[in-house]
């Protein structure tokens, strides 16, 4: 994903920033432990489409990027 997409897109319900997960093609958004997919370099930015986060399960630093960061 282009990082000046990252920089500009937010959650859909919480508007608070969100994390790429390149390893699991995703958009994590913290605050409501939602995963957006990324298909085809297209984020699916819709509450129906994403995925719970499991509370036990945890994605590393080093997988996840935050907007503004290379």
Do not use: W, Y
């Amino acid at each position: 994903m282009e990082s000046r997409l990252l920089e500009i897109l937010v959650c859909p319900l919480c508007k608070g920033p969100l994390q790429h997960d390149r390893d699991h093609h995703e958009l994590i958004c913290r605050a409501d432990k939602l995963a957006f997919p990324i298909r085809d370099g297209i984020p699916v930015m819709l509450e129906n489409e994403a995925r719970e986060l499991n509370p036990g399960a945890s994605t590393t630093t080093a997988a996840t990027e935050q907007p503004g960061q290379a």
